[in-house]
Each structure stands twice: as structure tokens, then as C-alpha cells.
Nanobody, 125 residues
Framework: QVQLVESGGGLVQAGGSLRLSCAAS????????MGWFRQAPGKERDLVAG????????YYADSVKGRFTVSRDNAKRMVYLQMNSLKPVDTAVYYC??????????????????WGQGTQVTVSS
């Protein structure tokens, strides 16, 4: 059973930074693409960033390009999301997710099947 546990959310002022972490278990972590999604009240859950199984390729939504960086440590079974220059529109619950099949690129929203419980990120103006 795949288990994903996010941490690192919180309240930050606009322009600030946060680093989200996700600890994974129950899967051969190094074989699976990982993603970070976010969901604001009344909106769909959207893919913000993804990283392929090897870490060799990353995907970013246009809204976060140049501000967010996704990375992974396969030895530690961890995936991270460094968020800089945060804006109030980044306020959402952020979820870590694992791809449903091995050796994916992590750039397809519909490919993800396993989710964490989410961590709240609030950016004040």
C-alpha cells in the first residue's frame, strides 16, 4: 500500500519561500514519477510540478515556472518542492502524488493515482 506523507506547509508572506517534503513508502520509489498538486477552495486539483522516476526530467505548470523547483532523493525516498517568490494565488492545499505506472515522466495529471493527505500553504499579501 502506497503511503505519502507531506510536510512543510504553513503561513508565509508574499515574496517568501517554503519547502515542502514528501516521504514515500509502499512502492519501489526510484521506479515512479512523482508529482505535486494543489487545490484551492472551489477549484480543481491541478498538477503543479512533476519529476520523472530518475529525476532526469521535470515538468512545471506555467503559473509556477521560474519560482518552484521539484527534486527527489531516491535513496531517502523523498520528493521536495521548493517554492520561492510566493504569491497569494499560490494559497492552496498541496498534495504529493505517485504515478500509477513505473518509468513515467511525471507530466500527465491523469497518470497519478496515489495521494498524500495534503499540507496547507497560505500566502498573505
Amino acid at each position: 500500500q502506497v503511503q505519502l506523507v507531506e510536510s512543510g506547509g504553513g503561513l508565509v508572506q508574499a515574496g517568501g519561500s517554503l519547502r515542502l517534503s514528501c516521504a514515500a513508502s509502499g512502492l519501489t520509489f526510484s521506479n515512479y514519477a512523482m508529482g505535486w498538486f494543489r487545490q484551492a477552495p472551489g477549484k480543481e486539483r491541478d498538477l503543479v510540478a512533476g519529476i520523472m522516476w530518475s529525476g532526469g526530467s521535470t515538468y512545471y505548470a506555467d503559473s509556477v515556472k521560474g519560482r518552484f523547483t521539484v527534486s527527489r532523493d531516491n535513496a531517502k525516498r523523498m520528493v521536495y518542492l521548493q517554492m520561492n517568490s510566493l504569491k497569494p494565488v499560490d494559497t492552496a492545499v498541496y498534495y504529493c502524488a505517485a504515478d500509477s505506472l513505473p518509468y513515467g515522466l511525471g507530466d500527465q495529471k491523469t497518470a497519478f493515482r496515489s495521494w498524500g493527505q495534503g499540507t496547507q500553504v497560505t500566502v498573505s499579501s
